[in-house]
């Protein structure tokens, strides 16, 4: 089964909807309107929620009415919310509606009712739980690229009952055009548009397309999404005034693409136009939505001169010295750091856990010393370097990406010192490297906290540049980098998250493959944190 939305489908629909194909290559079953990319929920309160869907009309029409039924059960007999909204070309046919009046950690099936009588699918969802809770489950994904591989860790994760929640942290998809891939493309997964994306067009057409695939669509239908964006929903390592994949010469303007890059993400996502959010989840955890790219970050620190200086130690010692750890620099933005030190602080007396969504990782990663030589065997001269690079800038207590959290130390520091401030018990949830990583996060000699930093849908990762057994690669990052507990550095999926006022158990569970459509898991790895001790059971 393969799905490709083409360019020639959006005509009935203005900007929208292509096609969905049910056969490899780029065979067209031409949509004929409705409810063309089922129904979503998100932004889940403990009587409240967001609900999602798109309706093209079949008429002319500028503007269209959809009601909503919310029932107690799957049949609708009982009828317990509604509401109406309506929609048109304005935002690309989608729809929002917050439905309230809901119960408490009670679930709920919805519909959505077009004005010519038809129903969307059926979708469902949970509301946040009151007081105290035993257990709630959380799934959380990230790095998701339709070209490279099939979005089997969203099929798992929607066939199981055991989930409350779904988290995605970001790169929900990519901006970049199908020529852009140094990989073999998977065939029958093609990005439309078929060039990067610039335009608010271009990005409704990729949303468009993502969303055309069967497990993405069952996996909102199934339970609610708390979403965030990072990057690719832009471009590549964005920030507030750019991005490296942006040249304002041949792309234009970045503000112009950066909003509507924003617009696009606000109309096809089931999630507020709100910045960032925290979610109470009883007494048992609060859960943190934050935005780190597009609003506030500063940009990247440039290590790039000092690699290529005369005295590359010397210049690399200033860096590290100055630039590195300029305070001006932040990820969040001094609004957002000050709203989640408040939050925090609030919110630690009254729930067990912390628990914070991130779009990038914040444990410190090092590039180990003999990284080089588990290259594959011809490597380009200019990849094995920008490895050397890294590994001189590790002995001098620099880390691998400037795009991180720890390429932004003073403002990490700041986060590390708000959690402490607040003697939270404070989990990290995160992504954006496509590996699997288990972070001990400490401030000052103490532990303030643990990480579990997801691996990729179908985004590779360093593995592709390695010739070594992943498991050394693996145990280098380990060995040189005293945060790092755990790590899988070649295996794609997503991670469990299972919450209890006693500990938070963290499992990522890997995919037997993204080759083929198989939600069929080969493995996974678990750890545990324990309520108090602010890092990970032995």
């Given at each position: 089964m393969a799905n490709i939305i083409t360019r020639r489908g959006v005509l009935a629909g203005g900007i929208g909807l292509g096609a969905?194909?049910?056969?490899?290559?780029?065979?067209?079953?031409?949509?004929?309107g409705g409810f063309t990319h089922a129904v979503a929920s998100g932004e889940p309160?403990?009587?409240?929620?967001?609900l999602w869907t798109r309706y093209v009309p079949s008429s002319a029409a500028d503007t269209v009415r959809l009601d909503v039924e919310v029932a107690t059960e799957p049949g609708f007999a009982r009828i317990v919310a509604g509401g109406s909204v309506r929609t048109g070309p304005y935002r690309d046919w989608t729809a929002k509606l917050t439905v309230d009046g809901l119960r408490p950690g009670t679930r709920y099936w919805y519909r959505f009712i077009g004005p010519d009588g038809s129903h969307s699918p059926v979708g469902r969802t949970k509301t946040l739980p009151e007081g105290h809770v035993n257990r709630f489950g959380l799934a959380v994904f990230s790095c998701s690229n339709l070209p490279l591989g099939w979005f089997n860790a969203y099929g798992h994760a929607a066939a199981r009952d055991d989930l409350d929640l779904w988290m995605h942290v970001g790169d929900y998809f990519y901006e970049y055009g199908n020529a852009a891939y140094h990989e073999t493309l998977t065939p029958g997964r093609i990005s439309d548009p078929d060039r990067e994306i610039i335009t608010l067009t271009d990005y409704r057409l990729r949303y468009a397309c993502y969303r055309a695939d069967p497990d993405l669509q069952k996996l909102h239908q199934m339970a609610p999404m708390i979403g965030m964006w990072?990057?690719?929903e832009s471009a590549n390592d964005s920030w507030e005034g750019g991005a490296q994949n942006h040249q304002p010469t041949s792309e234009g303007d970045w503000n112009l693409r950066r909003a509507a890059a924003m617009q696009a993400y606000r109309e096809w996502m089931p999630v507020s136009d709100q910045a960032w959010q925290d979610y109470p989840i009883g007494t048992l955890a609060t859960l943190y939505r934050t935005e780190s790219r597009l609003l506030a970050r500063t940009r990247q620190a440039d290590i790039g001169a000092a690699y290529r200086a005369g005295n590359p130690d010397a210049a690399l010692s200033?860096?590290?010295d100055g630039v590195w750890r300029d305070p001006s620099a932040t990820m969040l933005g001094s609004q957002q750091e000050s709203w989640l030190a408040h939050a925090l602080q609030a919110n630690a007396r009254k729930t067990a856990w912390q628990m914070?969504?991130?779009g990038t990782i914040l444990g410190r990663t090092t590039m180990p010393a003999d990284a080089v030589d588990w290259l594959k065997p011809g490597t380009s001269a200019k990849s094995a370097q920008s490895y050397r690079d890294a590994i001189r800038a590790a002995r001098l207590g620099l880390p691998m990406w400037m795009d991180r959290w720890d390429g932004y130390p003073a403002a990490r520091e700041r986060l590390l010192h708000a959690a402490q401030r607040a003697d939270a018990d404070l989990v990290m949830l995160s992504g954006d490297s496509h590996n699997a990583w288990a972070y001990a996060l400490s401030q000052g000699g103490k532990p303030v906290g643990v990480e579990f930093a997801g691996h990729s849908v179908t985004s590779g990762g360093i593995e592709g540049s390695m010739g070594a057994d992943p498991r050394l690669v693996a145990q280098g990052f380990i060995a040189a980098n005293p945060e790092l507990t755990w790590a899988d550095t070649s295996r794609r999926g997503y991670m469990m998250m299972t919450v209890t006022p006693q500990s938070v158990a963290g499992e990522w569970l890997f995919m037997r493959t993204i080759a083929t459509r198989d939600p069929t898991l080969a493995g996974m790895h678990?750890?545990?944190?324990?309520r108090g001790y602010r890092t990970f059971a032995a």
């Open positions: 969905l194909l049910l056969t490899p290559g780029r065979l067209l079953a031409q949509s004929s309160g403990p009587d409240s929620m967001l990072d990057d690719h200033a860096f590290r914070v969504g991130m678990r750890m545990v944190v324990k």
